[in-house]
């Protein structure tokens, strides 16, 4: 290959022969020779990752050498006998092909027709939970494993990339690897195949811009937008090359970033009042009053420039010995920052600028790989990664967090919103800083028809976490006035008891084991058996709490660790005899997840000790008082304590069984592939998985006693009510282990050549998922408190996943179309999915689980709504009635649950379409290739205004809150925004926001030069 690197190896005694632990790419060149024999020769053999290539070869007995055969036919890299699960393979070309507006490439994972993209930016992988995915590079673990996104890439809360795109050659998403050697999953398995250096020196440079006057503009429910504030410019540089031909190579590649946006949603004085339910003379009067009594800086309410910054260096070293040994060590850098936009969707406070975040990652991992062949029998791979990575949020403003109630009067119409502003409360402490060490070592044993493989794995982690959301403390003023009057109505805080560290830490050790057996049955048909042991241990644990010890019985200093799990897995691959055409894939096993340490950590921070929440409730004013009444706000202190008693004190604690286990899935799949002509395949798959270990939540601190229901029209028949949290308590919830998680995907995939000029990929997908609890959030907390309820909080019925997207087409096609300008690359890509699921609630704790609770911690709805026969049958005003019967005509959802409390995720947003298309010239400058490139992105809104719009929505929508008036339970909820529709009625709107740049089409301009090697 282009790197001189040789292998030789010796056939048997039946002429096989087997080269094991090669580097994937090439070209590679294959001779074949005996004493007295012809040699036979192969070039120009391409490698994909996991793949196993059969080369046959006569000789023949003549004492002349005879000229290689070339073989021009490529056959679908899935043709592997090695290939046992499904999976998407992109090579190189595709790789090169997809226009990636964000240069990002995970989301290459959207090429498979299995993967979804999630409510928080990750991809949920045939309906599996996205933090339980694995991210490799070169098949090494590169994930961050304390989870505190969905993306699972370290530093992305700042919104980091894995690795430069330049330095990537092939990706390959696996849903369902039947492979023991692989763990640490329950959804999938994304691996990136870099780069390496040659023996000839290759230098590219390249330069990428996108700005404000080359996106469309906004198309908003009252009007268009004006696209402003957003710009781009990369600068990346890759220089590889040899150290020593034949011998060492290096490759290095660097990308840098800066990008400009707005804050994302409905921004004031851009977008009409009705959107932001805020007028600007209300909040111009709200922000003169506070500054005027208090001074300090509130920030803007309009857009403003929101900056990220991102450097990512990647750089690899190979050695190619004379025994036919690989070494291989890679190191990824990684730091970005990061303006994190406030609120200014239709959901929850609209925040002003003070109360964003900044926040910072670094990564560093390096990493090392030793291939050696022993003997002509044996290989060995061993891999070793060292990963130091921290991420920082510091809030924009030092001052407490405010919630001050605005009344607007918008056209006739009152608007009652609260707006906030000051030091964001869940960033107000929060840090992370984490080690971790990962170890494989994989011997294969080749016996002859049959490949044994034998292995051992660990992985320690090392972990540091503050997190205590209001340390500097919250005030909520419920109106203008009060904040007049410097009547607060409640006060927050949480601090640290007993002067103890903000930072929790602990580290965990996992170990693992494996063997697996590789069956050549002949007649095409290759077996694999296989068994993987893995058990975790944790270091460290909370304190002990023995006022829950003694009333609930869990130990609060006791967490999970050395419990075993065992994963079988077996899987066949059968090709048919002759050409090969079809081939059949089957598998069944288990698949150990690892935990997002996150969950863990949760136990740490709430042990019930550790920490706890002051709070004071009611405003100076009110008459009668309450000696818990709030303070009224002095700048630069806090208080300690109420009006005329000490603070009310609660904690909270989050307590595993000793018996709890990791994510823990069984998987069956089977999967047809054809190859229809010579040069276009097609695949056919179904797959299937069951909870064994899943993650649940319990929450143990409420009545267990049902109550009478506040309002039987409000489905109090049937749904089960509580009296609300107990004692000293807010919250103890038990993370427990369900069973009844399940999926199902049913798949159909194409892939070749049309014609001469052009590539195709496409694939559609039907995947259903359901559970009990989603799991979206980082913290226990939310995780159960955005659980809907239909009747038990604490039972939850096993229903339709928020990671439940059934319909998924994806099309790419991409070559060189055009006959007289063969150097003009054209390719499109066409994602077309079902919408976001969510779920209609009550605005209010409805059934007295304590959610919502009192607080930004505790501010979760999770009562799911009952929709009565007739809309007067609500216990509401006229006006509410008249918006609910607009709703039950106009709203499928609604409709569709008449006489029903709503079940969860019941609902979905629009189907979302979106086309992107890349033109890129390449032409000869002095012996410098360069290309030229432009990137379209949401082509479809660039054809018509209204077309390509993404929709996002919350998983949970607050539809009905409760009424203020004596006359009336319920009232329209403000997260639904009334409007005046086309025939004069008032109305509900859509429920969901149209996102920003993602719906309106951008164009993104680069230019790359490419001097020596392979460009």
Not at 53 to 78: H, K, M, P, S
Request: proline share 5%; charged share 20%; with cysteine.
């Amino acid at each position: 290959m282009e790197t001189g690197a040789e292998r030789q190896v010796l056939s048997n005694a039946n002429g096989d022969y087997l080269v094991l632990l090669l580097q994937p790419g090439g070209p590679y060149e294959i001779e074949i020779g005996s004493l007295g024999y012809a040699t036979f020769r192969r070039e120009n053999l391409m490698l994909q990752v996991g793949d196993v290539t059969t080369i046959d070869a006569t000789l023949d007995e003549q004492a002349i050498e005879l000229e290689g055969v070339a073989v021009a036919v490529e056959r679908a890299e899935i043709f592997n006998p090695q290939q046992v699960g499904p999976a998407t393979l992109l090579s190189e070309r595709v790789v090169e092909a997809v226009p990636l507006l964000s240069r990002d490439i995970t989301e290459l994972a959207v090429l498979s027709p299995l993967v979804q993209v999630t409510q928080s930016g990750g991809f949920s992988v045939a309906g599996q939970n996205d933090r339980y995915n694995a991210l490799l590079i070169d098949g090494v673990l590169n994930k961050d494993m304390f989870g505190l996104t969905s993306g699972g890439v370290p530093g992305g809360q700042a919104g980091a990339k894995l690795i430069p795109l330049d330095a990537v050659t092939q990706y390959e998403i696996l849903v369902a690897p039947f492979d023991v050697r692989l763990s640490g999953f329950t959804g999938g398995v994304m691996n990136a195949v870099t780069r390496s250096g040659t023996n000839e020196t290759r230098v590219r440079a390249e330069v990428v811009t996108r700005n404000e006057a080359l996106i469309g503009d906004l198309q908003l429910p009252t009007g268009p937008v004006e696209a402003s504030g957003i710009d781009r410019s990369l600068v990346a540089l890759s220089i590889g090359g040899p150290i020593q031909r034949n011998k060492s190579h290096y490759y290095i590649s660097g990308e840098f970033e800066t990008r400009r946006a707005l804050p994302a949603g409905f921004n004031l004085f851009r977008d009409d009042p009705r959107l932001v339910r805020i007028g600007p003379d209300a909040l111009t009067n709200m922000t003169d009053i506070f500054t005027g009594q208090f001074g300090g800086e509130l920030g803007t309410g309009e857009i403003f420039s929101l900056n990220q910054d991102l450097a990512n260096v990647f750089g690899r070293l190979d050695w190619n010995f004379d025994d036919g040994s690989r070494l291989t060590i890679r190191n990824i850098f990684s730091h970005t920052s990061n303006d994190q936009s406030p609120n200014r969707t239709a959901f929850e406070p609209y925040e002003l600028s003070s109360n964003a975040i900044q926040r910072e990652g670094t990564a560093n991992s390096t990493s090392v790989q030793l291939f050696s062949p022993i003997g002509d029998r044996m290989a060995n791979q061993m891999d070793l990664r060292v990963n130091f990575s921290s991420d920082e949020t510091t809030p924009v403003s030092t001052l407490p967090q405010f919630d001050v109630g605005v009344l607007s009067s918008i056209d006739g119409s009152a608007f009652n919103r609260p707006v906030r502003f000051g030091g964001n409360f869940f960033g107000q402490e929060n840090s992370l800083s984490q080690t971790a060490i990962n170890f494989t070592n994989a011997l294969d044993i080749n016996t002859g028809d049959d490949i044994l493989t034998v292995g051992v794995a660990a992985n320690y982690y090392d972990i540091g976490h503050s997190f205590l959301p209001g340390a500097n403390g919250e005030y909520f003023f419920a109106s203008v006035t009060d904040l007049e009057n410097n009547a607060p109505q409640r006060f927050q805080r949480t601090v640290i008891e007993g002067g103890a560290d903000p930072q929790i830490d602990f580290s965990v050790l996992e170990v693992g084991s494996f063997i697996q057996t590789q069956l050549n049955a002949g007649k095409g048909l290759s077996m694999r058996f296989g068994l993987r042991v893995d058990v975790p241990y944790v270091f460290g644990a909370p304190q002990t709490n023995f006022d829950i010890l003694d009333f609930y019985g869990f130990d609060t200093g006791s967490v999970p660790s050395g419990n075993v799990m065992i994963s079988p897995r077996w899987g066949f691959n059968w090709q048919s005899e002759g050409e090969k055409r079809t081939q059949v894939r089957m598998g069944a096993g288990m698949f150990a997840g690892q935990l997002p340490y996150v969950w863990l950590a949760n136990a740490f921070h709430n042990d019930g000790v550790r920490s706890v929440t002051q709070t004071c409730q009611g405003r100076i004013t009110d008459d009668p008082g309450t000696p818990f009444a709030v303070p009224s706000y002095v700048p630069g202190s806090l208080p300690t304590a109420c009006q005329a008693a000490p603070f009310q004190l609660s904690r909270s604690a989050v307590v595993f069984p000793d018996n709890f286990r990791y994510p823990q899935d069984l998987k069956a799949a089977i999967n047809v592939d054809r190859e229809l002509t010579t040069s276009l395949s097609a695949t056919f798959g179904v797959l299937m998985s069951r909870a064994v270990n899943q993650i649940g939540l319990r929450e143990l601190n409420i009545d267990r006693t049902a109550g009478s229901g506040p309002a039987l029209e409000l489905g109090g028949q049937e749904r089960r009510f509580y009296r609300g949290l107990n004692g000293r308590y807010s919250q103890v919830l038990e993370v427990t282990n369900e069973g009844q998680d399940n999926s199902a995907a049913v798949s159909v995939e194409l892939r070749g050549r049309i014609g001469d000029r052009l590539n195709l990929q496409m694939g559609y997908a039907y995947t259903r998922s359901f559970d009990r609890v989603s799991l979206q959030f980082a913290d226990m907390q939310s995780n159960f408190g955005f659980t809907p309820v239909e009747v038990d909080a604490n039972d939850p019925r096993v229903s339709r996943s928020v990671f439940d997207r059934p319909h998924k087409i994806v099309l790419s096609v991409f070559g060189r179309p055009i006959p007289w300008l063969p150097e003009t690359e054209v390719s499109l890509l066409y994602t077309g999915q079902s919408g976001l699921p969510f779920s209609y609630v009550y605005g209010f704790d409805l059934n007295g689980d304590g959610y919502p609770g009192t607080g930004a911690a505790f501010d979760r709805n999770n009562d799911l709504i009952y929709v009565p026969e007739r809309a007067t049958d609500l216990p509401a005003s006229l006006g509410t009635i008249g918006l609910f019967a607009r709703a039950m005509e106009s709203d499928d959802c609604i409709r569709a649950n008449i006489g029903q409390i709503m079940g969860r995720n019941e609902c979905r947003a629009p189907w979302q379409n979106q086309l992107d298309i890349r033109v890129a010239h390449t032409f000869d400058i002095g012996g410098a290739a360069v290309r030229l490139q432009g990137d379209m992105v949401n082509f479809l809104n660039f054809l018509n205004g209204e077309w390509g719009t993404i929709e996002s929505i919350r998983s949970v929508v607050p539809l009905l809150e409760e009424s203020t008036s004596d006359a009336a339970f319920v009232q329209w909820g403000g997260a639904s925004i009334p409007i005046r529709g086309d025939d004069g009625e008032v109305g509900p709107a859509d429920p969901w926001d149209v996102q920003s740049p993602a719906s309106q089409w951008q164009v993104q301009l680069g230019a790359r030069v490419t001097l020596g090697g392979a460009r």
